[in-house]
């Protein structure tokens, strides 16, 4: 309340020290204190622009003051400077008003700078805008399905964010960020999920290599003799393509197909090998037996039987000599016994014989000679009579040849073998690898054989003692190695009566479809891992674990077709909502789908894969659809705001405009307000109503003067008695009880009150009365809203008009009343 006093006991005092109220700004503004009436009147109007000046020198003046002086300061130079201090936009907006049409220079200067502010205020809501915009793009991108471009997607809202970032609040940084990650994880998903398809595609080809190297590797061996000197790379091809089956069959799907293709090739390699083993390790036995010319048949067949050489496979050389030495003991005839023909029959294969015998000598071949002379020998012996003595010079001729020729390469060889047996003798006294030892005695074993042998009994023995004495330390080893075989063919029972035991006690109606899935890899896995295993001690457990893993894939088998056709539901289902309509409902669907998918339990990989794909297309489809709806909607809207510029660049130019045109502010009204119902945006559409408004509120302050004209009509009309009753409004009767006034001044003095007008020195003590009086009334005074303060004037007018005799009226008073509601319009 004191602070109201003395507010008001100022303004009394700064008008007390105007000479005349009524008089234009520009003549109580005058920059030159030399255009007075008087010298009297120069003074007290120099001394308020000093203290004006000493007002605006303050640093700390308030707004309120600057205010004040922007519109009420006695020089131009100091209304200027006072509205240049001016930061708040309601204090500028109301220095704005004041000085329109009054006061060029501080009008252009409050309106550049609110057009200024407003320029800023809708960069900021620009930003807010875009800010918004990107919170609901990146969750938009964190949770939808649609995965193409997904990372440059990603990286075009980084890019936003990264110059957005700075005017984010705390909680949009949270919010875009949380999704940013989500996008980010999702892409580290996405790649791993292409390296994993990746993976499993070179697993498929790595297994399609070895199976394929597998079978060409056995059928090679089914055509082409094979010797104990290939046992070491047969040994590498094995650990080789078993240590790349394991990794190819790591973490992926294998079919039974294939796994089983596999198991049957390996399984037959490892016969090979294991006779080539075993023939590696009787290679004494039949080079000796194969040095005889007519060799023991029990023994032959005694030594053919502990090979147990694989019918699949191609026999070495020395195995199909013996098989034939053995063949021919037991089936040669006894010359007695023989018939013509049988004679006639062995007497062709004699002379064919020796013409290879021939041949083989002819080329140095002292090999193939040895044994087409053994052949040839065989057949001799078979004749009888005067056939057996036909070829008889021919057959010793060749055997010399043969010696010869053996004696000749022996001469050439001896050395190479004397070196070899050194070799051994060496590898003998080497600490290696047993591994490593062993392949290197079979190479040195290949290239003693490779030689021909040697007719030197010594040498030969001397070769032999150290291979034996050179494989002594591996015997250890490999006989681990057979242990070893031993426990993995224990951990393969136990993994067959877990299994055995898992597959009784399940309740395949009530079960852990998951569990079971890793149940049949785990079991797969460790299976693969108890190897070597022997291979006539496995068989039976083999068959056991084919057996079991048959009945607990065949269940998963089920499980999983059910799975698939649940998957293959929702693709349907994904596949009808692409032309689903309305739009939102097919995408809240999509989405639950996408939730059902994920709860959907196990299935086969490649069918898996093969509805995934489908699936994603049909919700990439449909939010293909909400992207395409969007773009519309930006299109339309871009549209829309460009036609609303050029509405709104028209009004504004309207606005300022000194002049009125009631047509076309009431056009302009009609198209702001028809645009703003069109898809505009946010902050267009703030503009279009804003704008709109203003028209609307310039059209009623014109209605209002145009009133107050009007009631300054009548109140002279009624001043000289000339005023109809029946030409005023019909409520002014009611409206007037609420002006309780008789005294003509006092009416005016108050209308001077409601409007900021000063009033006569004489009526100074009754406009203190009068404004302490409407305080304690509980008035509300110095209100310039039409509404409020234009009822009041109205009232007081015809109060003036209706009530108040017409001979206490004059002339005086009239034009005071008139000159408030001036000031009421010029305010407004």
């Not at 008789?742 to 009150?753: F, K, N, Q, T, W």
């Given at each position: 309340m004191a602070a109201f006093f003395q507010n008001l006991f100022k303004k009394r005092s700064t008008t007390a020290t105007r000479p005349d109220s009524s008089k234009k700004a520009s003549d109580h503004r005058s920059d030159s204190p030399g255009e007075g009436n008087s010298p009297a009147s120069k003074g007290p109007e120099q001394s308020d622009i000093d203290s004006q000046r000493q007002t605006l020198a303050d640093a700390d003046a308030s707004q309120d003051t600057l205010a004040r002086l922007a519109t009420e300061g006695l020089a131009a130079d100091i209304r200027l400077a006072a509205a240049r201090r001016l930061t708040d936009e309601a204090h500028l907006q109301q220095v704005q008003k004041a000085a329109r049409g009054r006061d060029k220079g501080v009008y252009q200067h409050t309106r550049q700078v609110l057009q200024d502010i407003r320029r800023q205020q809708e960069a900021e809501q620009a930003t807010r805008d875009a800010l918004e915009q990107l919170a609901r793009d990146t969750d938009d991108l964190a949770k939808t399905g649609d995965t193409s471009l997904y990372e440059a997607r990603t990286r075009q809202l980084e890019k936003q964010w990264q110059s957005l970032e700075p005017s984010a609040s705390n909680e949009q940084k949270t919010r875009i960020l949380s999704a940013l990650h989500t996008c980010r994880e999702r892409i580290r998903e996405l790649e791993e999920e292409r390296q994993q398809e990746q993976r499993h595609q070179d697993q498929k080809v790595q297994r399609e290599e070895t199976l394929t190297l597998l079978k060409e590797t056995l059928d090679s061996l089914a055509t082409e003799a094979t010797d104990a000197g290939a046992l070491p790379s047969l040994d590498a091809l094995q650990r080789t393509q078993e240590n790349r089956w394991l990794e190819a069959t790591r973490d992926t799907d294998v079919t039974r197909q294939e796994q089983k293709q596999y198991e049957n090739l390996m399984l037959t390699l490892r016969n090979v090998i294991n006779a080539v083993r075993r023939l590696a390790h009787h290679q004494a036995d039949v080079d000796a037996l194969v040095a005889q010319e007519a060799p023991p048949a029990d023994q032959v067949d005694a030594l053919l039987s502990q090979l147990e050489w694989p019918r699949q496979l191609a026999r070495p050389e020395a195995l199909q000599t013996l098989a034939k030495k053995a063949?021919?003991?037991?089936?040669?005839?006894t010359p007695d016994s023989a018939d013509s023909e049988a004679q006639e029959k062995a007497l062709h294969n004699l002379e064919a014989a020796l013409e290879q015998l021939e041949t083989s000598l002819a080329a140095n071949q002292l090999k193939e000679s040895r044994q087409h002379l053994k052949q040839a020998q065989g057949l001799q012996r078979r004749l009888t009579g005067k056939l057996a003595n036909r070829h008889r010079a021919r057959l010793q001729r060749l055997n010399g040849q043969v010696r010869e020729l053996g004696d000749w390469q022996g001469f050439a060889t001896e050395p190479k073998q004397v070196a070899l047996c050194e070799q051994m003798e060496y590898l003998a006294e080497q600490p290696m690898d047993p591994e490593a030892k062993a392949a290197r005695i079979q190479d040195l074993q290949q290239e003693w054989r490779d030689l021909g042998g040697s007719s030197n009994r010594d040498l030969w023995q001397r070769f032999r003692t150290a291979s034996e004495a050179a494989f002594e330390p591996c015997k250890a080893y490999f006989e681990a190695r057979s242990d070893l075989k031993k426990v993995h063919l224990q951990t393969r029972h136990s993994i067959c009566e877990e299994l055995a035991g898992y597959l009784e006690a399940t309740d395949w109606d009530q079960v852990d479809w998951q569990a079971a899935e890793q149940i049949e890899k785990t079991a797969r896995k460790e299976w693969r891992e108890a190897w070597p295993v022997e291979f006539r001690d496995n068989r039976p457990v083999q068959k056991q674990f084919d057996r079991l893993m048959n009945d607990l894939t065949?269940?998963?088998?089920?499980?999983?077709?059910?799975?698939?056709?649940?998957?293959?539901?929702?693709?349907?289902?994904?596949?009808?909502?692409?032309?689903?309509?309305?739009?939102?409902?097919a995408m809240d669907e999509a989405k639950a789908l996408q939730k059902q998918w994920q709860d959907v339990g196990i299935t086969r990989h490649r069918e898996d894969r093969k509805l995934w794909k489908a699936f994603r297309a049909a919700c990439d489809e449909i939010f293909a659809r909400r992207d395409e709806q969007r773009q519309r909607r930006h299109q339309e809207t871009s549209e829309s705001d460009q036609a609303a510029e050029a509405i709104l660049s028209t009004a504004r130019t309207l606005l300022e405009d000194q002049g009125f045109d009631e047509a076309r502010t009431a056009e302009l009204i009609n198209q702001l307000e028809a645009s703003a119902r069109t898809p505009v945006s946010a902050t267009t559409g703030k503009d279009l109503r804003q704008v709109a408004g203003q028209l609307k509120d310039r059209r009623r302050l014109h209605q209002y003067q145009a009133n107050i004209r009007q009631w300054q009509h009548w109140i002279e009309q009624r001043v000289q008695g000339s005023l109809p009753p029946e030409d005023l409004p019909e409520h002014w009767p009611e409206l007037q009880s609420i002006?309780?006034?008789?005294?003509?001044?006092?009416?005016?003095?108050?209308?001077?009150?409601?409007n900021g007008c000063p009033s006569p020195d004489d009526d100074q003590s009754l406009r203190m009365e009068l404004q302490v009086r409407r305080l304690k009334e509980g008035f509300e005074g110095g209100q310039s809203q039409p509404d409020a303060s234009g009822n009041t004037q109205e009232a007081i007018v015809a109060r003036w008009c209706l009530t108040l005799p017409r001979e206490s009226l004059t002339t005086e008073l009239a034009s005071r009343l008139g000159k408030a509601l001036e000031a009421e319009t010029t305010a407004g």
């Open positions: 063949h021919v003991q037991v089936s040669q005839p065949s269940h998963l088998d089920e499980e999983r077709r059910r799975n698939e056709e649940r998957k293959q539901a929702i693709v349907d289902r994904a596949l009808e909502l692409t032309e689903h309509t309305p739009l939102s409902e002006v309780a006034v008789s005294d003509p001044r006092e009416l005016v003095v108050l209308s001077e009150i409601l």
